[in-house]
C-alpha cells in the first residue's frame, strides 16, 4: 500500500516538517486510523497532542528512547503512520527511519539556499535505498509565497538534486500557524482552512497514488 508508512525529514531545521507532519497525519485521519510518531526530542508534536486529541485525530506517540521499535508499534496499530523526524543533531536516527519507512517527504523552503541545504538528506535518502530499495522520495516545497510562481532559480535548483519535486506546492498561511495555535489542525479550521486542507489534500492524493 502506497503511503502506508510516511517520513517528514530534513536535517535542516524550521523547514516545516512537524507541521506538515500534524496537517498530512490529521488528513489521512479521515480515511483511517494513523498513528503521529514525534521522533524529534523537543517533542513539540507531543505538546500540540496534549491539547488536540479526540474523535478521527491521529494518535499521537512520542519517539521516546526507542523511536525505531515506536514507529514499529504504531504501524502494527494502525492503518498508516506518520513520522516526523528531528532536525541535524540526529542525522543516525533519521537515517534509520528512512530504511523503515515506504516513503519520505523532504521540506523545503522556496530559496535555492534552503534547496542546497539538503543535499546531505538527499544522500541520507540514497543510503537508506541500499537496504530500502522500495523508499520513495520526494521534495516538497513549503512556506511557498502566496502571490507568485516559484523563481526561476528555484525551479532549476529543484531539478537539479537526485529526489524529484512533488508537484503540489503548500504555500505559506496563516491557518497553519493559526491551527497549531488553537490546538487544531487546519481541517478543524472550517472556512479559515479551506485552502490549506485543499493543498494538503492535493500532497496525499500525490503521496497516495500508486
Ligand atoms: N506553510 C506554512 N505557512 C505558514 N507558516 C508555516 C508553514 N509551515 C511551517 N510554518 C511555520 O514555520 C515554523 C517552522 O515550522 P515547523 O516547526 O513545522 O518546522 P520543523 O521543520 O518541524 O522545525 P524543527 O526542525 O525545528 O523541528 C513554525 O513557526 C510554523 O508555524
Ligand atoms: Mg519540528
Known sequence: MAGRLIALANLKGGCGK?????????????????????VDPQGALCHWAAWASGDGFPEVLA?????????????????????????SLDM??????????????????PSPLDLWACAETVEA??????????????????QAEPSSALSRAMSEALTSLDVPAMKCVVR???????????????????ARGREAVREIDQVIEEVLKP
Not at 540514497?126 to 513549503?142: D, F, M, S, T
Not at 505559506?172 to 488553537?182: D, G, H, L, S
Request: glycine residues 8%; hydrophobic residues 45%; positive net charge.
Open 63 to 87: 519517539g521516546g528512547e526507542y523511536p525505531l521499535e515506536t514507529v514499529a508499534r504504531a504501524a502494527r496499530k494502525h492503518h498508516r503512520v506518520v513520522v516526523d523526524c528531528p532536525p
Open 172 to 190: 505559506r498561511r496563516a491557518a497553519f500557524r493559526t491551527a497549531v495555535v488553537e490546538g487544531v489542525s487546519v481541517y478543524q479550521m472550517g
Open 125 to 142: 535518502v540514497r543510503q537508506a535505498r541500499e537496504i530500502n530499495p522500495g523508499l520513495k522520495a520526494w521534495l516538497l516545497v513549503n
Open 18 to 38: 512537524s507541521t506538515l507532519a500534524l496537517n498530512l497525519a490529521a488528513g489521512l485521519a479521515r480515511q483511517g486510523s494513523v498513528g503521529l510518531v514525534d
Open 92 to 109: 543516525v536516527i533519521t537515517c534509520r527511519i528512512l530504511q523503515q519507512v515506504d516513503t519520505v517527504l523532504i521540506p523545503v523552503l
